[in-house]
Structure formats: C-alpha cells, structure tokens
C-alpha cells in the first residue's frame, strides 16, 4: 500500500487526469469487490445452484432433484411454522417497538436539558446486550428450580414449564422488545430534536398545544423517522436466531420457530444443505415482498399524514 | 439547576422516566449483584449483603489443566475477532465511501448497486456456501473474522456523512497538488472523527455478539468466542448460577463501558443512520 502512496505524482494534472482518479477509485473500492466476490456473490451463485441439488454438506457425491426442494417446500410443517411466524413475530415487533420507541422517546424530549442525553444514552444500554448473556439468563428465571418457579410451587401449586407453553413465544418477545425499544426512541428522539422551535411557536400562536400540537406538528414532522423504524424493526423480526435457538428450541409445537433456526438446524443439525439452500431462497424472498408492501404501505401514510 | 423554575408536569415526566429506566435496567443491576453474592446467597438476595469474588475465581479456576483459563483466553478470543473487523471496517468504509461520493469512474454505479443489493440481502442464504469457502480455515482466527470482516453499513454510514461534507473541500486539496490517498488520510480521515468512532463500535458491538457464524465455524474450545463459550458452557440448568452471571459480566460490560464512554458522539452520527 506504502508503495503506491509514494508512486503517485505530488501534482496531477487537473482534467486530464480522468483515467488515473479511475484508477485510484478502483483502487479504494478493491477491498470490497473482492469481499463481495468471494463473500457474496461466489456463495450467492453457489446456494442457486445447491438449492437444486440433494447435497448433505459431507459427501462428495450428490443428485440433481431439479425443483423437487422447492415443491417439498410446501408440505413441510417446519418450513410453514417459520413462514408463519416470521409474521407472527413482527407484528407485535413492529407495534411493540413503535410503542415503546416513541414513548420513550416523547417522554425524554420533555426532560430538562441536561438529563436528556444521559437517559437516553442509558435506554440504549439494552440493544448492546449479546442475545446469549440475556437467553441463559432467562433461561435460568424460567427453570424448574429458579425463584419464580419455586415461590408459584409453593404458594399457589402452579407448575408451569415456561418456555415450552404459550407463554414462551411472549417471553421472546419480550426479551426483543426490551433490547430493541431504546435504540429505536434514540431515532425518533433525534427526530423530534430537529423539529425547530419557530414551528412550534407558530403553533402556540395558532392556538395549537398539547396534545393536538403533537398531533398536528410533532407526529407529522417525524413520519419519515417513524417509517424508517417501522422498516427497520420489521427487517429484524427476520433475523431472530439466539434467543429461540438458546431457550426454546423453536418449540413448543413449533410456535417459537423461525427460519435462521430452521435453516440452520436443516443445513447443520440434519445435513440437508441442499434443502437447506431452498428454504434459504424462499425466505428472502418472503423477506423482499414484506418489505415492499410495508414501506408502500408507510410511504402511503407519509403522504397523507407527513408533511 | 433552578429548581424553581420546573414546573410540575416536569416533575411527572421526570418520574415516570426514571421509573421506566429503572425497570429497562434492573436486570443489569440483578446481573452486578449476583456474580458477587457467595453461592448460597445468589437469587435470594437483591442487596448485596456480602461481596466475594468466588463467581470470577471459579471461572478463572475452569478448564483445569487440559484447557487452562478458558474464560479468560474466550474473553481474549472475543477481542482477537472483533478488533481487526471493527479497524478493516473502518478503513474498507472510508475508502469505498469517499470513491462512491467524490470520485468519478466506470463502474460507479455498478459498485452503488451492488453495496444497496447487500444492505437489504438476508445473509442467511449464504451460509452453507460461506461455510463450504471457509471450512479449510476452520477453527483459525482468519476462518471467523474473513467472511463478516466488512461491514454494508458502515460504508453507508461513509457515504451518507461524505455526502453533507462540501465537495469543494476535497477539490481545493485536489488543485494544491494532493493526491486522493493524501486527501483521505490527511482531510477525509479525521473530518469524519465521530463516523468513525460510532462505526467502529457499532461493528466492534456487533461482531462481539455474533452467535452463529462463530459456533459454525469455531467450534474448538481454544478458539470460541466469549458469546459461544457462554452459550455452551451454561445452556443447561445449572445448579451454580453465580458463575454465568460473572460470565455474563464479562461479556456485557467492555462493550457498555465502550460505548458510555465514546456517548456523547453518538448525538451527532445518528443523523447518518437513516438516510
């Protein structure tokens, strides 16, 4: 690298020199094409192929099954578990995290100057946290012989299994929530901050407070925050992996299950790479649609509510 | 402050904030607690009436003589991976920025495509694939930071940030004669200071956190990461909690003590994030 520094001439001639800034910016970008090739593309190209293919990931030897993955699809209770899921798991997401994203959000912007970076800084600790330290310590709050299990046995004889009821999918939930809901207000809060005063003062003027000033100002002008993390919180109830695969197994009945869990357990634990690669197809393009139809959907609501 | 001055609803607001904080940050508060409770007292004490260190003695103490200081050489393991990956980010982001914003070349849009194509890709698909590339450098350091050792985002970070920054900056270091490596080490570099800090965390964050790519290829117990080790080492009911949640600690704190420290960039960079 050194090198080429020093091979560069000090002066450039300023126009001509179109082919040499060329060169020098597919210099910068040689990193990343090259990450992109063998990262990307070569194992994008690779799971096409596969997809169509019965390989187990060990031997050498494997069949041509055409689209027979794909149709194989469509009986599997596994596969139709994460289908489903994936929409069971965001819509309490993306209202949940709204939910909290904006009350929190709301409630800092109104605190004193000095506290407002400090507690927001603070909500935000839960979204640093690995999935792995807060699964085994739930884990541990839910098993048979923590505190809560024990008081509940010997106070009311309840003896419940925690994360194989219906309760386990609200527990997920709620862990998510929890770590997600502070990064989500930093955005909206940031939002709410760049609203300059003179809007708000124009709106005193009109008569406009409280909760119809919200309403008629803040609201409106942090529509396209809110879209964003509407987006965003949606891509992510996509990518749930830890949590079900440290606590629940995607049990009980399949209720908690998603598709990183189930891909992986296909590709890894069962050695269907080539199935495997056929749910993984499947699953971006579920994740592609939902995000189209979503943020058409809030793009609609931009124009009619934003400003 | 003039405590005079805020008013009542103030007062509400202040509360209610500080009640849900509390709240959000108790289990933080449960963790400190318990990992320095002696054994017999962990979960059935919330107020730390005897400290002992017996949680993290027992953990420097595991693995015996087959595995010395296995937590410890995890906790390590962690940094090894996460550090070069947070670094490369930052340089592979500052370079592949700066070219998309303010250089003009075939391919650009080429280039912009393909970096969109991966923001919104599922890695899931990749996977096997990934693993298939890797797999001769199982269990090596290099087969766990290569293949996530550049980061979408942060180039986007880059190239949102390089964006609001006046072309006309870069171009009068241009006609003084500058070359574009000088003009990024020299302006470009430390111009996006606060960038760069929240990208490096942010990635450090992320690759600290990472579960499954990590437990894939690096399954060896001299190589894991903290976050595996902890995953592996108490997924089963446990009888002597003290230690995970020490574990716990371990895991969670350099990261939060990281970004409470670099905070108060993080006001600026968030403008960034969305766009």
């Given at each position: 690298?050194?090198?080429?520094?020093?091979?560069?001439?000090?002066?450039?001639?300023?126009?001509?020199?179109?082919?040499?800034?060329?060169?020098?910016?597919w210099?910068?970008?040689?990193?990343?094409?090259?990450?992109?090739?063998?990262?990307?593309?070569?194992?994008?190209?690779?799971?096409?192929?596969?997809?169509?293919?019965?390989?187990?990931?060990?031997s050498?030897?494997?069949?041509?099954?055409?689209?027979?993955?794909?149709?194989?699809?469509?009986?599997?209770d596994n596969?139709?578990?994460?289908?489903?899921?994936?929409?069971?798991?965001?819509?309490?997401?993306?209202?949940?995290?709204?939910?909290?994203?904006m009350?929190?959000a709301?409630?800092?912007s109104?605190?004193?100057?000095?506290?407002?970076?400090?507690?927001?800084?603070?909500?935000?600790?839960?979204?640093?946290?690995s999935?792995?330290?807060?699964?085994?310590?739930?884990?541990?709050?839910?098993?048979?012989?923590?505190?809560?299990?024990?008081?509940?046995?010997?106070?009311?004889?309840?003896?419940?299994?925690?994360?194989?009821?219906?309760?386990?999918?609200?527990?997920?939930?709620?862990?998510?929530?929890?770590?997600?809901?502070?990064?989500?207000?930093?955005?909206?809060?940031?939002?709410?901050e760049?609203?300059?005063?003179?809007?708000?003062?124009?709106?005193?003027?009109?008569?406009?407070?409280?909760?119809?000033?919200?309403?008629?100002?803040?609201?409106?002008?942090?529509?396209?925050?809110?879209?964003?993390?509407?987006?965003?919180?949606?891509?992510?109830?996509?990518?749930?992996?830890?949590?079900?695969?440290?606590?629940?197994?995607?049990?009980?009945?399949l209720?908690?299950?998603?598709?990183?869990?189930?891909?992986?357990?296909?590709?890894?634990?069962?050695?269907?790479?080539?199935?495997?690669?056929?749910?993984?197809?499947?699953?971006?393009?579920?994740?592609?649609?939902?995000?189209?139809?979503?943020?058409?959907?809030?793009?609609?609501?931009?124009?009619?509510?934003?400003? | 402050?003039?405590?005079?001055?805020?008013?009542?609803?103030?007062?509400i607001?202040?509360?209610?904030?500080?009640?849900?904080?509390?709240?959000?940050?108790f289990?933080?508060?449960?963790?400190?607690?318990?990992?320095?409770?002696?054994?017999?007292?962990?979960?059935?004490s919330?107020?730390?009436t005897?400290v002992?260190?017996?949680?993290?003695?027992?953990?420097?103490n595991?693995?015996?003589?087959?595995?010395?200081?296995?937590w410890?050489?995890?906790?390590?393991?962690?940094?090894?991976?996460?550090?070069?990956?947070?670094?490369?980010?930052?340089?592979?982001?500052?370079?592949?920025?700066?070219?998309?914003?303010n250089?003009?070349?075939?391919?650009?849009?080429?280039?912009?495509s393909?970096?969109?194509?991966?923001?919104?890709?599922?890695?899931?698909?990749?996977?096997?694939?990934?693993?298939?590339?890797?797999?001769?450098?199982?269990?090596?350091?290099?087969?766990?930071?290569?293949?996530?050792?550049?980061?979408?985002?942060?180039?986007?970070?880059?190239?949102?940030?390089?964006?609001?920054?006046?072309?006309?900056?870069?171009?009068?270091?241009?006609?003084?004669?500058?070359?574009?490596?000088?003009?990024l080490?020299?302006?470009?570099?430390?111009?996006?200071?606060?960038?760069?800090?929240?990208?490096?965390?942010s990635?450090?964050?992320?690759?600290?956190?990472?579960?499954?790519?990590?437990?894939?290829?690096?399954?060896?117990?001299?190589v894991?990461?903290?976050?595996?080790?902890?995953?592996?080492?108490?997924?089963?009911?446990?009888?002597?909690?003290?230690?995970?949640?020490?574990?716990?600690?371990?895991?969670?704190?350099?990261?939060?003590?990281?970004?409470?420290?670099?905070?108060?960039?993080?006001?600026?960079?968030?403008n960034?994030?969305?766009?």
């Amino acid at each position: 690298m050194h090198k080429k520094i020093k091979a560069v001439p000090e002066s450039i001639p300023k126009r001509s020199g179109l082919s040499y800034e060329s060169r020098t910016a597919w210099l910068f970008n040689t990193p990343y094409i090259v990450y992109s090739v063998v990262f990307l593309f070569l194992p994008l190209g690779w799971a096409a192929w596969l997809s169509v293919t019965d390989w187990n990931l060990m031997s050498p030897k494997y069949n041509l099954v055409g689209l027979k993955n794909f149709t194989q699809l469509f009986t599997d209770d596994n596969v139709q578990a994460a289908f489903w899921n994936s929409f069971r798991y965001l819509v309490p997401i993306v209202l949940l995290c709204f939910v909290f994203g904006m009350g929190i959000a709301l409630l800092t912007s109104k605190l004193p100057g000095k506290m407002k970076g400090i507690v927001a800084t603070l909500f935000f600790i839960p979204y640093l946290t690995s999935g792995v330290a807060t699964s085994v310590m739930i884990k541990y709050v839910f098993s048979y012989n923590s505190l809560l299990n024990v008081f509940l046995r010997e106070h009311y004889q309840l003896n419940i299994n925690w994360l194989q009821s219906g309760a386990a999918f609200w527990i997920l939930i709620g862990m998510i929530v929890w770590k997600m809901g502070g990064y989500y207000a930093l955005f909206v809060l940031s939002a709410i901050e760049s609203i300059s005063a003179d809007v708000y003062e124009a709106a005193v003027i009109d008569g406009c407070t409280g909760f119809k000033k919200f309403i008629k100002i803040t609201l409106p002008m942090i529509t396209p925050t809110i879209t964003s993390v509407v987006v965003l919180a949606a891509g992510l109830s996509f990518q749930i992996f830890s949590e079900p695969f440290l606590l629940t197994g995607g049990g009980p009945d399949l209720s908690t299950t998603t598709w990183q869990l189930e891909i992986y357990k296909t590709s890894f634990v069962s050695f269907n790479a080539g199935y495997g690669a056929a749910m993984a197809i499947v699953n971006a393009v579920q994740i592609f649609l939902t995000i189209q139809i979503i943020t058409w959907i809030m793009n609609r609501v931009n124009k009619k509510f934003g400003w | 402050m003039n405590h005079k001055k805020i008013k009542f609803h103030t007062v509400i607001i202040i509360i209610v904030t500080l009640l849900i904080l509390l709240i959000t940050l108790f289990p933080y508060y449960y963790l400190i607690i318990q990992s320095f409770l002696p054994w017999d007292m962990v979960d059935k004490s919330f107020i730390p009436t005897k400290v002992t260190l017996d949680s993290y003695t027992y953990l420097l103490n595991r693995g015996g003589s087959s595995n010395p200081f296995m937590w410890i050489r995890a906790l390590l393991n962690s940094f090894i991976v996460a550090f070069p990956t947070a670094v490369v980010s930052i340089a592979v982001g500052l370079m592949t920025g700066y070219a998309a914003t303010n250089m003009q070349y075939k391919g650009k849009s080429a280039i912009h495509s393909s970096l969109l194509f991966q923001m919104f890709f599922p890695v899931i698909i990749l996977l096997v694939p990934r693993y298939m590339i890797v797999k001769p450098l199982a269990n090596h350091y290099s087969g766990m930071i290569l293949p996530l050792i550049i980061s979408v985002w942060g180039i986007f970070m880059y190239i949102n940030y390089f964006k609001t920054v006046p072309k006309s900056v870069f171009e009068a270091a241009k006609i003084d004669g500058a070359s574009d490596f000088k003009i990024l080490r020299k302006i470009a570099l430390p111009s996006t200071k606060s960038i760069s800090i929240i990208v490096f965390l942010s990635v450090f964050m992320t690759r600290w956190n990472e579960l499954m790519w990590d437990m894939l290829i690096a399954p060896n117990i001299n190589v894991q990461t903290l976050n595996v080790m902890i995953s592996t080492q108490f997924n089963q009911n446990s009888n002597i909690p003290g230690p995970m949640y020490a574990a716990s600690i371990l895991l969670t704190m350099p990261i939060i003590i990281l970004f409470l420290c670099f905070s108060k960039y993080f006001k600026e960079g968030i403008n960034f994030m969305l766009k």
